[in-house]
């Protein structure tokens, strides 16, 4: 029998920077994520396809990306995409959701998600880590950690049994944990600040954003300094059961 194996749920169209220099979306993941010995493999869900329902089974575990749709939309894949998440928490199967993932997992457990009230927050935030949570202890996590955002939607609400672990000055739920087998992150600790500038600029043609917030928060991301190993160390131990 061969490794374990990991299934990357791609609900992002893959930008031409970062295709040219990461393989897509799935490659950064698999940077940050993969060990020797296991197989990742990705799924487009966004173009609607999913893991057949044999081949689940054959997993370890699940990544949820970001994504340009909202998590609180009823497009088919969307739901199509809660079904499997609800299916994949009753196999306690482990699932990391990231940014729009984030959001769609508190949504699959019943949480509300919606705009967020303070706007878009992009850049590199601090986020504040639970002192009472576990899984920051048994890995002597610090008691923040900085991490690149790049979101105007966010979890409102989660059901008592989630539990917030992180939160920040704009986002009052920027991680969660369900179990020991669901994990959702606000934040992107697989970009770069690279592919952050480059995304501020796609977000800026498409009219998302106006020049004057794009050119200041450019300038606060040359400053700051994401804590990429230590969401590496968190996300892995996570993912993998290593906690």
Not at 171 to 190: L, S, V, W
């Amino acid at each position: 029998m061969g490794g374990k194996r990991f299934g990357v749920l791609l609900c992002a169209e893959d930008s031409d920077y970062v295709k040219k220099k990461y393989g897509g979306y799935f490659g950064v993941f698999v940077e940050m994520l993969a060990e020797e010995g296991e197989t990742w493999d990705v799924y487009r869900v966004a173009a609607g396809e999913l893991p057949p329902d044999d081949m689940i089974g054959l997993y370890d575990g699940f990544v949820i990306t970001g994504s340009c749709s909202d998590a609180y939309g009823n497009d088919i894949w969307i739901c199509k995409l809660l079904s499997l998440l609800q299916n994949l928490n009753s196999m306690k199967k482990q699932v990391l959701g990231i940014c729009f993932g984030h959001q769609i997992l508190g949504r699959a457990l019943g949480g509300k998600i919606g705009r967020a009230t303070s706007g878009w927050d992009i850049g590199v935030t601090q986020v504040q880590l639970s002192s009472s949570s576990e899984l920051f202890s048994s890995l002597q996590m610090p008691a923040s950690l900085s991490v690149i955002e790049c979101h105007r939607d966010e979890v409102w609400e989660l059901p008592p049994q989630v539990e917030v672990v992180a939160w920040s000055e704009k986002t009052r739920i920027e991680m969660f944990k369900y179990g020991d087998h669901i994990m959702g992150i606000q934040g992107h600790p697989e970009y770069t600040k690279d592919i952050l500038l480059h995304l501020i600029d796609r977000l800026l043609q498409r009219n998302y954003i106006v020049e004057s917030y794009a050119d200041e928060v450019k300038s606060k991301v040359e400053k700051g300094e994401p804590d990429r190993e230590a969401w590496k160390k968190l996300c892995t131990s996570f993912l993998k059961r290593k906690l």
